[in-house]
């Protein structure tokens, strides 16, 4: 539903994610202008979008604003103890709390009815500001790469690691009976559409919190190779009740390997944007013709 309120939301809620991807270090810097309390406890503004959101839709409720206003302060002041506590940046169990509580509020979808059934994106991208805001302003975390300014290296690394998957996973797909091949012509617009879409409200979130935030994290504490394939396989894990009931092995299986690749796309340069084209590549082409 496209009213007033829901653009001015989508529009406060959106840009977050694209002033650190395209100026974090000046966001950062100006943040760190602000009076101590103030950049604990700014992050409740985030309660705006739901307060636009439920007011249009006549869905309000006080305890859904609380949540909304309160929670990203608590992730706020986590990441902040975390920076002092650990100031050469090794990883700190604050840190790990903080993404296990993102990770989880979003793939158990605890959050979710607070919203319309069609709008419960803006959960996802409301958590996503949080943690950015939390990681990058007070935690400080290096080695991110969350810069969408796109390179032609990020597009090359981010196309070869797709095709280096793309035959693992259609044979293994379509030998356990997860993909389905459907060999249709589709229109450019429908393609380049399916491809923005996927690149910008699944890719780049979802590279963010598991290459940026939590391989890199990972990394610090057992290493390069167990950090990556245990983020890929948390990275599976994370998919087992997608488009499923039940545990959905199939996916999880599939997700963990795709995780590998794109690690691996991360990984070469620091560079989210390189692993998310990698990931929505992937996912255009199953979407559209392996689905």
């Known amino acids: 539903m496209l009213s007033p309120a829901n653009i001015l939301a989508a529009i406060f809620t959106l840009l977050p994610l694209l002033a650190a991807a395209f100026f974090g270090k000046k966001l950062a810097g100006l943040c760190a202008e602000f009076p101590p309390a103030l950049r604990l406890f700014g992050p409740a503004v985030l309660c705006v979008p739901y307060l636009m959101v439920a007011c249009s ?8 604003l609380a949540l909304y206003a309160l929670l990203p302060v608590i992730l706020s002041t986590l990441l902040w103890q975390a920076g002092r506590a650990d100031p050469e940046r090794r990883g700190n169990w604050r840190d790990f709390l903080v993404l296990a509580t993102l990770g989880l ?11 319309p059934a069609h709008l419960a994106v803006f959960n996802k991208m409301l958590l996503l500001d ?12 290096d080695g991110v790469g969350y810069d969408l300014r796109l390179r032609p290296r990020d597009l090359g690394i981010g196309l070869r690691e797709c095709a280096f998957y793309a035959p693992v996973a ?7 009976g997860f993909l389905h091949l459907h060999p249709d012509l589709p229109s450019l617009p429908r393609v380049t559409a399916t491809l923005v879409f996927t690149f910008l ?6 590279e963010l919190f598991f290459r940026g935030w939590m391989q890199n994290l990972l990394e610090r504490r057992i290493g390069h190779y167990p950090a990556l394939l245990l983020t890929a396989a948390l990275f599976g894990l994370a998919h087992f009740n997608k488009r499923s009931v039940t545990f959905n092995w199939r996916y ?3 997700a963990a390997i795709a995780g590998i690749f794109y ?14 084209i990698t990931h929505a590549c992937v996912d255009t082409i199953w979407s559209i013709w392996l689905r």
Do not use: N
């Open 57 to 64: 839709s006549g869905t309000f409720h006080w305890r859904w």
């Open 105 to 115: 509020a979003v793939d158990l979808r605890w959050f979710e009815p607070a919203w």
């Open 130 to 141: 949080a943690g950015i805001y939390g990681m990058l302003v007070l935690r400080q975390l």
């Open 170 to 176: 259609i044979a293994l797909g379509l030998k356990i």
């Open 201 to 206: 409200f699944i890719a780049v979130p979802e």
């Open 252 to 254: 999880v299986v599939l």
């Open 263 to 276: 690690g691996r796309a991360w990984r070469q340069e620091r560079r989210v944007g390189a692993s998310a």
